[in-house]
């Protein structure tokens, strides 16, 4: 038998390094999370992410799940019974509601303002939907009458759904959501919402609203790692998921099976559908217990406003402007120009290789003419920005002593 050389060269048995009881190790450093997501994850949700694994049929998990839906209700501003997580990422959220409230041949009227309604409309168009394109300029919120008069101008007589992203990350813009509730109910449709980035950090009641169904991300406000995608679903968009002909064209996300294991009463008997991530579920509860049990979530909603305004301020003096105008902004996203003749890509580069801090950059047509910072639950303090400043400062030669006086006054105010 042909034995390799370095066997020969052993003298005894090789010490162990690896195995179960062996101490992990691991090479990934430590960042200030300040871009477009993911956010700080706070320790004591990691902590609760590393605790012991139990099954998925356990009562104690049971337990958990339906502490987390209540969670989830009211970081939702919802009495929705179908609220869960959606087992994948924010982008999982989007196709589970597509899957479910939008059949082949329905008429929908998005909304595309940036990126994610790009998206959005592109999950439509391979869902067999008529897509009514309603588009406003990246960086701009879409007139409320524009999608209702496009709603109102079917050739059929009938729009089965109104879709738009209430918090456009790649332009760091919020969408009015009033009006469009009451005249989906008037005329029978659908009001569905993309609020991954707005979720627990931009004022935001699902109930008020009139979304009929809702989808989130983890990673976002919530200070949770990414990995599920908060969903609710009020009883109008249950009804006509109830009244299909045919089941939707995914097993995996649909919602009249996945609602079964997802029961909102731990003692009833619930059907298993898939392993559900188990330890993700553990740190959504502790990050929901964060920002909406111990910070009231109004509370929260003026702390991330305080805190985007305040960094905007700041960052003005070094010569950024805000893409969004004034009463259109996304307030848990910051998308500013940057400073003139900089190159903006080795800016960044240098702030995460030299300060540990990530900032995003733009998407789109708006590559290479924009930086996206994250002012999201743990970010959105004024420590975090203190030191994204003070970085910025170093880095682009100027003095920090004015936009750090910026942006204490703007926490001040």
């Given at each position: ?20 009881d ?9 960042r200030?999370?300040?871009?477009s ?25 049971a337990?958990?799940?339906?502490e ?9 501003q919802?009495?929705n019974?179908?609220t ?50 309603i ?29 738009v ?12 959501l ?5 005249w ?13 980035t ?16 809702a989808?989130s ?14 969903f ?7 009804e006509k ?7 939707g064209?995914?097993w ?17 008997s ?13 740190a ?23 805190a ?6 700041a960052l ?20 500013v ?11 960044r580069?240098r702030?995460?290789l ?12 708006l590559a290479g ?9 743990a ?5 975090p920005?203190?030191?994204?400043v003070?970085?910025l400062?170093t ?7 004015e ?11």
């Amino acid at each position: 038998m042909c034995v390799p050389d370095w066997i020969d060269r052993q003298e005894g048995p090789p010490a162990v390094t690896t195995g179960i009881d062996a101490e992990a190790t691991t090479d990934v450093p430590e960042r200030l999370l300040l871009g477009s997501g993911p956010s700080p994850v706070p320790p004591r949700v990691l902590a609760a992410l590393a605790r012991p694994t139990i099954g998925h049929m356990d009562p104690a998990f049971a337990d958990i799940m339906a502490e987390t839906i209540g969670l989830l209700r009211e970081a939702f501003q919802t009495e929705n019974l179908a609220t869960l997580p959606i087992s994948g990422t924010g982008s999982a959220g989007m196709e589970a509601l597509v899957a479910n409230f939008v059949d082949s041949g329905d008429r929908v009227v998005c909304g595309i303002n940036g990126l994610f309604g790009e998206r959005m409309a592109e999950e439509l168009r391979r869902a067999g939907a008529d897509v009514v394109r309603i588009e406003a300029q990246w960086g701009r919120a879409i007139a409320t009458e524009q999608l209702l008069e496009a709603a109102a101008a079917g050739r059929t007589g009938r729009t089965d759904a109104i879709v738009v992203v209430h918090g456009e990350t790649s332009t760091g813009v919020a969408q009015p959501l009033e009006g469009l509730g009451d005249w989906c109910r008037e005329h029978d449709a659908l009001l569905l919402v993309d609020c991954v980035t707005s979720l627990g950090g931009h004022a935001l009641r699902l109930d008020e609203a009139g979304v009929d169904a809702a989808f989130s991300g983890t990673q976002k406000c919530l200070n949770c790692p990414p990995g599920l995608a908060p969903f609710t679903v009020g009883e109008r968009a249950l009804e006509k998921l109830r009244g299909r002909a045919q089941p939707g064209r995914s097993w995996y996300f649909d919602l009249s099976l996945v609602q079964d294991y997802w029961n909102p009463d731990a003692t009833a008997s619930r059907a298993y559908h898939h392993t559900a991530p188990i330890n993700m579920v553990y740190a959504l509860r502790e990050a929901l217990r964060i920002a909406v049990s111990e910070e009231w979530l109004p509370t929260s909603w003026e702390r991330h406003r305080r805190a985007h305004h305040a960094l905007r301020d700041a960052l003005a003096v070094f010569g950024c402007a805000r893409l969004a105008p004034d009463g259109e902004q996304l307030h848990p996203l910051l998308a500013v120009t940057p400073p003139e003749g900089i190159d903006e890509a080795e800016v960044r580069r240098r702030l995460l290789l030299q300060h540990g801090i990530e900032i995003s950059g733009g998407l789109g047509p708006l590559a290479g003419k924009l930086w996206r910072i994250g002012v999201m639950g743990a970010g959105a303090r004024r420590e975090p920005q203190e030191q994204l400043v003070g970085a910025l400062a170093t880095l682009l030669d100027a003095d920090p002593g004015e936009p750090l006086a910026a942006l204490a006054e703007g926490w001040r105010a």
